[in-house]
């Protein structure tokens, strides 16, 4: 089958399940070739924890990409902190469903699939799931991997700066604007393996338009997409 062909399948989004876990774990190799990928023993564990927030992109084909998230207190993390520290090093045991945050821990995407729509239906699926749960923002924090490119003569804070207005792009930060999401400031040292980045992240938020401070968090036993 030829990659036009691949790519005139449609996409759905669907909740994770465990027979998805050993295909997500090859599929994430791939996307991250220098960073080791989850292990069974943590996809297992966000799914206990946390399953609503654990979301994939799919054709008759496979899977093409995942989004993960969990539930956090922002008071608790709003200073600086890093992705193993808030993400309990890919467990979600930091999750607390008394919290009004959608934490973003993961987003991917086939490579071979990019530009196709699949980052924006799985960030779509994340924000239909804020708004199912009454949550009141979606906060992560995104790598830069443009930044390399810039390291000798731009700040990290810089370099976003030029993105913002427009004037560089980033291949993650500039589609996470495109997505509604505003930048708020730079987060040192938070995949410190991650080169391209320099460790850097640049930290985000939506604002979830229909949060109804009057009503209490819902996390239903099944959310549909």
């Known amino acids: 089958m030829n990659t036009k062909e691949i790519c005139?399948?449609?996409?759905?989004?669907?909740?994770?399940?465990?027979?998805?876990?050993?295909?997500?774990?090859?599929?994430?190799?791939?996307?991250?070739?220098?960073?080791?990928p989850w292990s069974l023993k943590k996809l297992l564990a966000q799914l206990e924890v946390f399953p609503q927030g654990q979301i994939v992109a799919e054709d008759k084909n496979g899977l093409l990409g995942?989004?993960?998230?969990?539930?956090?207190?922002?008071?608790?993390?709003?200073e600086a902190h890093n992705w193993a520290e808030i993400t309990g090093n890919g467990?979600?045991?930091?999750?607390?469903?008394?919290?009004?945050?959608?934490?973003?821990?993961?987003?991917?995407?086939?490579?071979?699939?990019h530009g196709a729509g699949i980052g924006h239906l799985l960030y779509k699926g994340r924000r239909d799931l804020c708004r199912a749960m009454n949550l009141?923002?979606?906060?992560?924090?995104g790598r830069l991997p443009g930044y390399h490119l810039s390291a000798g003569q731009l700040t990290p804070e810089l370099y976003v700066?030029?993105?913002v207005w427009g004037d560089?792009?980033?291949?993650v930060l500039s589609f996470q604007i495109k997505e509604g999401f505003s930048y708020c400031r730079i987060m040192e040292g938070y995949i410190p393996?991650?080169?391209?980045?320099?460790?850097?992240?640049?930290?985000?938020?939506w604002l979830n338009p229909d949060y109804d401070p009057e009503r209490p968090t819902i996390i239903p036993e099944e959310i549909s997409l």
């Not at 009141?136 to 924090?141: E, G, T």
């Not at 393996?193 to 938020?205: H, M, P, Q, Y």
């Open 168 to 171: 560089l792009t980033d291949p």
């Open 161 to 163: 700066q030029n993105i």
């Open 91 to 113: 467990t979600f045991d930091n999750h607390n469903p008394q919290g009004k945050t959608l934490y973003g821990a993961e987003v991917f995407v086939d490579p071979t699939r």
């Open 193 to 205: 393996e991650d080169a391209e980045s320099r460790g850097n992240a640049a930290l985000i938020v």
């Open 136 to 141: 009141k923002r979606i906060i992560a924090c």
């Open 66 to 78: 995942c989004a993960s998230s969990l539930i956090i207190l922002w008071n608790d993390w709003s």
């Open 8 to 36: 005139m399948c449609p996409v759905r989004i669907r909740p994770t399940q465990i027979d998805d876990l050993a295909e997500l774990i090859a599929l994430q190799a791939r996307v991250y070739p220098d960073i080791p």
